[in-house]
């Protein structure tokens, strides 16, 4: 019992510097979001292009991208980009580097579930009089969404995970919290705490984008 009372009471000591990390954790991962699947769909429609230069591009980003580590990738962006010039500050380069590495991964996904589209779709559609542009939008991109939510689920919950990566940089995510915390009292508790929180938000994840796929059960 008291020791459940000392855990009490550290864990309320140590909720506003978690709350903090928390906050940043969430805007990294929030934001890489917003401009990763965007991104993925764009590097998606390349690959899927006639031409051939365009395809070499996006074939290639993908390659350099989803081959080396995402590790590797921040520290590059950060140290690496201003030996040519280019400096960016600790969280856009984080949010770069993330980014970049996540339109990747989710244009190979959204890739692979445009081409899953039966081709009588697309010959529907012109029958019909429709543009390319609403027979991707109306007709193919929604029933390509339905396909591919479980790999888009299992990658969203993955970055939640990846956040903790830019630690290396210095950002004040939960990590770094854990990370400090657990050097300045000799105890693994803090960790044991941002563990328990990471563990709640895949948690939430999970449920939230089963929900998501349910919702689009009638394209079965």
């Given at each position: 019992m008291d020791n459940l009372i000392t855990f009490l009471d550290y864990?309320?000591?140590l909720m506003p510097?978690?709350?903090?990390?928390?906050l940043i954790t969430l805007q990294i991962f929030s934001l890489t979001l917003i401009f990763s699947i965007p991104l993925g769909v764009l590097i998606a429609l390349g690959r899927l292009s006639?031409?051939?230069i365009l395809k070499a591009i996006t074939g290639t980003y993908i390659l350099i991208l989803r081959g080396?580590?995402?590790?590797?990738q921040i520290i590059f962006i950060f140290f690496g980009l201003p030996l040519i010039g280019i400096t960016l500050d600790r969280l856009p380069a984080a949010l770069f580097a993330i980014t970049l590495n996540y339109g990747a991964y989710f244009a190979e996904i959204f890739r692979a579930g445009i081409r899953s589209i039966d081709k009588g779709q697309?010959?529907?559609a012109e029958v019909l009089g429709l543009s390319p542009k609403d027979t991707f939008f109306r007709i193919i991109f929604p029933q390509a969404l339905k396909r591919v939510l479980p790999p888009v689920g299992n990658e969203v919950v993955t970055l939640i995970k990846d956040t903790a990566?830019?630690?290396?940089l210095g950002l004040d995510d939960l990590l770094k919290v854990g990370k400090i915390a657990a050097n300045r009292d000799a105890t693994l508790l803090p960790l044991?705490?941002?563990?328990?929180?990471?563990?709640?938000l895949t948690y939430f994840l999970t449920k939230f984008m089963t929900g998501f796929e349910t919702k689009?059960?009638?394209y079965q």
């Open positions: 864990f309320k000591m510097q978690v709350i903090s990390g928390l006639k031409l051939k080396t580590p995402l590790l590797l697309y010959e529907g990566l830019v630690y290396i044991v705490i941002i563990a328990g929180i990471y563990l709640l689009y059960d009638y």
